[in-house]
């Protein structure tokens, strides 16, 4: 375990803020105990994150457990737990959830790190389970051991050490952790990887995690070199929510290939490990069809279509929950926002339109989106589609449906509360007489 207190004495700054995610298990545990350990030398800030998935009847114990190891050491103890599952993949949705709290405590607590436990064996899993299901060059990779974000950065101490290691640092100094019972239950893919072949391919060499991890630091630097290319030209390819077929072939395959992933990521965001290699083949048939009009559809209700010489990308209309409401002083909306009228304010971002009422038809409505959707955006030429700036705005797909869209009384789109602005918006220094406020 030095090289882990080697990386973190050379990776983490004097007076940092770190929120953890600890589950219970030896892992997080052994990683929790790492940086109390380092709390008092470079005067951190440790913030322990928990999670209840409420799969397991001993989970209410794991939660006080950990929350008893944290007053006794005096770290900052934040839990949720999740009271309903969707139907979709368990692994999926509780990685989305988890992730979600914990960008909920960096914000809270202004933290310039989030670490997690993933280990070395955790790392040839995913690479094991990525190959065998199909993924991008970076998805083969596994994962980083450190990204940056825009405020923080996500690290994993843990990723040079075997389980092994773990388990042998965990005994040596007596720390208390949990067994997942759900760890052997063999209904779950990643279970059959860490019990069957893990434990073959450490048979065949003991030293094996250090080859995938050399493999993940070359796939990783592959991978930013095509990013890097990528970049020059995919703003050339793809405008607008339209990839131009014309362009788009000129372009090395594995140019190609980067720029659909670029495209599925801005759509799918964390959800981008429901997308297959098969996915993509789908795309690639339908820019090589000789069809002018064509389409294939995606996970989450996605659909990419071919006209002519454009690929577009688009949400397939949801008849669930359609809501209409006329704004008159104040609407509550079904996100748990408010829209309101205001005499006054300072403000210039997208949470505040201004408006002249000669210009437009009263009354407002405000009404979730419907297929079709285009709005006037304020500063460009033409119509964009308003599922294209969900794109453009990296809008979770749980999120699209209830997102508000304010037009008037002639189905003029005045305005996408928090994102765009119409043509019809004034300046401080036009005249306008309507004042709107989105919180």
């Not at 980083?144 to 923080?152: A, V």
């Not at 208390?176 to 860490?194: E, H, L």
């Not at 703003?235 to 140019?255: A, M, P, R, W």
């Amino acid at each position: 375990m030095e090289e882990v207190y080697s990386f973190i004495r050379n990776n983490i700054k004097q007076n940092s803020k770190i929120v953890i995610g600890v589950s219970g298990g030896p892992d997080s545990m052994a990683l929790l105990f790492i940086l109390k350990e380092f709390r008092e030398k470079l005067n951190l800030n440790l913030i322990c994150a928990h999670v209840n998935h409420n799969k397991r009847p001993e989970s209410e114990k794991e939660k006080e457990d950990v929350k008893s190891f944290c007053e006794q050491n005096n770290i900052i103890f934040e839990y949720i737990k999740i009271e309903n599952w969707g139907e979709d993949n368990f692994h999926n949705e509780a990685r989305s959830a988890r992730y979600n709290f914990f960008e909920e405590l960096i914000k809270k607590y202004d933290a310039n790190y989030l670490m997690t436990a993933h280990h070395a064996d955790d790392l040839i899993e995913t690479i094991l389970m990525r190959i065998v299901r199909g993924s991008s060059l970076k998805g083969y990779s596994g994962f980083e051991r450190i990204i940056n974000k825009e405020t923080y950065k996500i690290i994993r101490p843990l990723l040079t050490v075997t389980k092994e290691e773990i388990l042998e640092f965990i005994k040596y100094h007596n720390i208390p952790y949990a067994v997942d019972s759900s760890n052997t239950n063999d209904m779950y893919t990643r279970n059959r990887y860490r019990k069957q072949i893990v434990p073959f391919l450490k048979k065949e060499d003991k030293n094996v995690h250090k080859k995938f991890i050399k493999f993940n630091e070359t796939l990783i630097e592959a991978s930013e070199f095509i990013d890097k290319e990528t970049d020059k030209v995919f703003n050339k390819v793809f405008q607008e929510g339209y990839l131009d077929i014309e362009k788009f072939e000129l372009l090395e395959k594995i140019i190609q290939t980067k720029i659909i992933y670029n495209i599925l990521e801005k759509i799918y965001g964390d959800d981008l490990l429901i997308i297959t290699d098969a996915h993509v083949e789908l795309i690639f048939d339908l820019i090589k069809s000789q069809k002018a009009n064509t389409l294939v559809h995606l996970p989450n209700n996605i659909i990419v279509s071919k006209t002519y010489n454009l690929i577009s990308f688009d949400f397939e209309e949801s008849s669930n929950d359609l809501y209409e409401i006329e704004i008159h002083d104040i609407v509550s909306l079904p996100n748990g926002k408010i829209i309101q009228k205001i005499d006054d304010s300072s403000v210039k971002s997208n949470f505040i339109t201004r408006l002249n009422s000669k210009e437009i038809t009263l009354p407002l409505y405000v009404r979730n989106r419907k297929d079709g959707d285009k709005i006037e955006v304020k500063g460009m030429l033409g119509s964009k589609k308003i599922s294209h700036i969900f794109i453009d705005e990296k809008i979770k797909g749980t999120l699209r449906n209830e997102w508000p869209i304010v037009l008037d009384s002639n189905n003029k789109i005045i305005w996408i509360p928090g994102l765009k602005k119409s043509k019809f918006d004034k300046e401080f220094n036009e005249e306008y007489d309507i004042i709107l406020e989105y919180k």
